[in-house]
């Protein structure tokens, strides 16, 4: 059946604006007879502010209805740290268990890298996305007093890493470099580390082509910036992929440009797509925002879908207009370029 049913939530800030212009781009984007069932979701700060709401069972109910999610961003500075991105963001990507967070690293021809000279950069970052210090399981001791302690405890199972490793494998696989590196840190976190590094090998004999690599997280942000171009697929921790996918941005031509996916291959909950950045409340509202990452991440979705021929279609669009881009344009202006490109 040739109907996309879509969730739509633009979120807070600079979410609602690059989230209308990724919708222009996949509505010229589809094909007559594929038809786009969108469902838009008010969720963020507003509701948060207005009901005291992040995201109640029924929302979720009635999210995982949907083909996919299209997420504009999350967080504002009226809401204190931790409650939108734990209650609504983080929720939802446990909820739906979206264990792989798919993060391209590629320097489109015509972009500026702050790196010097002209790497070729085109990796991908394979997130997990349901474990490590991000399962919020921890606690504080003494409260408020000089003896305070607070404790942050990293899960790492075998089922959650064995998942997250043989996809990365499955995408080193059908790439031409076949390379996949693991980034951990198995020198001091050694319980967590010793079990990648053991399922890493492990799962690596089923993948005899694939050429394998291991970096402390540490170094492997030197080679980021010194050396981009040796990373082909990367697998790596919740944290780690955190950290490493905003400096794989920096390096690409910035978080304008960073798409991602938070993926559950099953398909048994729809996968979400949205871009790295966040709801930057110091640009919000005034068009300013580079609509772009968000152009992304609708290619994503459509990949994921089932229609690569259209995500295509999105990425050329996107890397011919990065050729051309000269004086600053309204994200409205980014977003009706892309849309009359991948139209024509
Ligand atoms: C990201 C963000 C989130 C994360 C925050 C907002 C919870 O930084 O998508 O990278 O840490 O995953
Ligand atoms: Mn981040």
């Not at 996919?68 to 929720?91: F, H, N, Q």
């Not at 005899?208 to 030197?222: G, N, R, S």
């Not at 690569?308 to 990065?322: C, G, N, P, S």
């Amino acid at each position: 059946s040739r109907t996309i049913r879509l969730a739509v939530v633009p979120g807070d800030g600079i979410g609602q604006e690059v989230v209308a212009e990724g919708l222009k781009v996949l509505e010229a984007v589809l094909p007559a007879d594929v038809k786009l069932e969108s469902t838009e979701f008010d969720l963020g700060a507003r509701r948060y502010h207005r009901t005291g709401e992040t995201l109640p069972d029924s929302v979720l109910a009635e999210l995982k209805a949907h083909d996919a999610i299209l997420l504009g961003a999350i967080g504002d500075p009226s809401v204190p740290s931790g409650v939108l991105e734990r209650g609504l963001l983080l929720k939802l990507r446990f909820a739906f268990d979206h264990h792989i967070n798919l993060r391209p690293g590629r320097l489109f021809p015509g972009v500026k890298s702050p790196l010097a000279g002209a790497p070729e950069i085109d990796f991908v970052v394979v997130r997990e996305g349901t474990e490590g210090p991000y399962v919020g399981n921890g606690g504080s001791l003494r409260t408020g007093t000089e003896q305070e302690v607070a404790t942050e405890v990293s899960l790492n199972t075998a089922f959650g890493i064995e998942r997250v490793v043989r996809d990365a494998y499955r995408r080193a696989q059908a790439r031409p470099r076949k390379k996949l590196t693991l980034v951990h840190k198995n020198n001091v976190l050694v319980h967590a580390g010793h079990l990648w590094t053991r399922i890493f090998e492990q799962v690596g004999t089923e993948f005899p082509e694939v050429t394998t690599d291991y970096l402390h997280v540490d170094a492997a942000t030197i080679f980021f910036v010194t050396q981009p171009e040796r990373f082909d697929v990367i697998v790596t921790d919740n944290l780690f992929g955190d950290i490493l996918t905003d400096l794989a941005a920096a390096v690409t031509g910035g978080i304008g440009l960073a798409a991602s996916g938070n993926i559950n291959p099953s398909g048994a909950f729809p996968s979400m797509f949205e871009p790295v950045h966040g709801s930057a409340p110091d640009i919000a509202g005034q068009g300013k925002a580079d609509p772009t990452a968000t152009v992304l991440s609708v290619a994503m979705l459509l990949d994921h879908l089932g229609y690569a021929a259209e995500a295509a279609r999105i990425e050329a669009a996107v890397a011919a207009d990065l050729t051309e881009r000269t004086g600053p344009r309204t994200t409205a202006q980014v977003g009706d370029a892309l849309a009359a490109r991948v139209s024509a």
